[in-house]
């Protein structure tokens, strides 16, 4: 089935796909080694809850879109707790997309693949709980901070660069006061995402200026 999806990275702008079962979490990824299982799954989890709100509204919905500032995430139910989406830079040819989604569902319904375990690139993980939102209230000035780091953060990652840090910062919060004393907290916790000792410098330089004009006032 790999083969299937690995069709879906020659589409211009496209960065790799994912199957997901609401079940087993990831099934089958082409995407680079960043993005990890289990944020996949999570990733995938949330994609079939608005999937189920969207049918309740528009019985013949077919993709569901979700557009960031760096990236562009679109998904495609294959059947009842299962879909496929692809990850791309906001460039990406959104007609091929389709065009490519549906002959892959068409595979899919013809009963021509299917999604059994020995297929799997990555070892299945359960789908991560959801960590409740945090009740804090962030200073406007903070929020602004923040957004400085989440834009620098692209510069680094790239198109996963959103969903990183917004999933970091909910456990920055959830571990203690939003607060300027913890950012060097949050900042350990995205480099450990990083995971790469020269980016984590560059990363620290391009936030630098933010973090000194916020100790300025």
Request: hydrophobic share 40%.
């Amino acid at each position: 089935m790999i083969h299937l999806i690995d069709e879906l990275k020659v589409i211009p702008g496209v960065i790799g796909a994912c199957i997901v079962t609401s079940q087993e979490g990831v099934k089958v990824t082409n995407l680079p080694a960043i993005f990890k299982p289990e944020r996949l799954s999570l990733v995938g989890k949330h994609l079939l809850k608005l999937y189920s709100a969207g049918r309740m509204s528009f019985n013949d919905l077919t993709d569901v879109t979700l557009h960031y500032d760096e990236s562009v995430v679109v998904a495609r139910e294959l059947d009842k707790g299962m879909l496929m989406f692809a990850i791309c830079d906001p460039s990406f040819n959104h007609n091929l997309l389709t065009m490519s989604f549906n002959l892959l569902y068409e595979e899919f319904i013809n009963g021509n693949f299917s999604v059994v375990a020995n297929e799997t690139t990555v070892a299945a993980a359960p789908v991560a709980k959801s960590a409740l939102p945090s009740e804090q209230k962030i200073s406007g000035i903070l929020q602004d901070l923040l957004d400085e780091m989440k834009d620098a953060l692209g510069k680094i990652l790239g198109p996963m660069a959103g969903f990183v840090f917004d999933e970091v910062t909910e456990e920055w919060m959830d571990q203690g006061s939003a607060d300027f004393s913890r950012i060097d907290e949050l900042i350990e916790q995205i480099n450990q995402e990083i995971s790469d000792e020269d980016k984590e410098d560059q990363y620290r330089q391009l936030i630098s200026s933010a973090l000194k004009s916020y100790q300025k006032g």
